[in-house]
């Protein structure tokens, strides 16, 4: 059985840890970032998981060149069976969101909804021509500020709210063909992107802030995504589920 996943964003961080998890389940790993090949990143990636990971360089804003580079991913590993959307960027700067200007709200609602939605409908029409055997799957992997408000953040917490909301419909139009689509709401993880952070968050964490009492890791997440992609949640599609630790539990 030919397994493939892209993974956008797939060369660090959390996407790192979802690739490594497939790959370890057999999974053909297409690796899909803004960055070069060149990139150190990419290449320590491409390292550790291995020969059967290949590397394809798309901006996710490149909403034209979306169609071409999902044929490009079929060609050389075969058809998508899981997609997981993982790829977005932060806050271009944190601050008063009466101060928000335009350019940075459209930078990241551009990257974070617009360019993830047009390269799922790409994966998604493929996945819809697909004579194939295996259980296809698409996950969205958004944040607890989907639903947590950041006053200091708010075009991030819009573009994750927005995320949500295209993950449902597309589990509700996909769902009658077999392909369950799921979203994965990260709480604080520990990742590069975080280490600016860490020493604000850290004490924070150990007085309560997350009821585990500890950071989340990029296998905390990937955990979450084998499962899916392996069809064991199949009738489950729809779900969004909470990987933070307690952190988005009501609390009084």
């Not at 959390?14 to 070069?36: D, N, R, T, V």
């Not at 490149?62 to 977005?88: C, K, M, W, Y």
């Not at 296809?136 to 950041?150: I, Q």
């Not at 729809?238 to 539990?249: A, E, H, K, T």
Request: hydrophobic share 45%.
């Amino acid at each position: 059985m030919n397994k493939v996943a892209l993974v956008t964003g797939g060369q660090r961080g959390i996407g790192f840890g979802i690739s490594e998890a497939l790959a370890g389940e057999g999974y053909k790993i297409a690796l899909l970032a803004q960055c070069g090949s060149g990139d150190p990143e990419v290449a320590d990636a491409l390292e550790r998981l291995g020969p059967d990971a290949s590397f394809f360089s798309h901006d996710l804003l490149n909403i034209d060149g979306h169609a071409a580079v999902v044929e490009q991913v079929e060609n050389r590993l075969g058809p998508i069976t899981t997609f997981v959307s993982n790829a977005g960027v932060p806050a271009k700067a944190r601050g008063d969101m009466l101060d928000l200007e335009p350019d940075n709200f459209d930078f990241t609602l551009g990257v974070n909804l617009r360019g993830a939605f047009f390269l799922a409908q790409n994966v998604a029409r493929r996945m819809l021509k697909q004579s194939c055997d295996s259980y296809r799957s698409m996950t969205f992997v958004t944040s607890v500020s989907a639903g947590m408000v950041s006053i200091e953040r708010a075009e991030y917490c819009l573009s994750k709210a927005g995320a949500s909301m295209m993950a449902k419909l597309f589990a509700a139009r996909l769902a009658p063909h077999g392909i369950g689509v799921f979203e994965i709401r990260p709480g604080i993880i520990e990742t590069a992107m975080t280490r600016a952070v860490k020493d604000k968050y850290t004490p924070q964490i150990e007085d309560g802030l997350v009821p585990s009492a500890r950071w989340g890791q990029p296998s905390d997440i990937a955990s979450a995504v084998v499962p899916i992609a392996e069809g064991r949640m199949a009738f489950a599609t729809g779900s969004v589920i909470n990987v933070d630790g307690g952190l988005s539990i009501p609390r009084l």
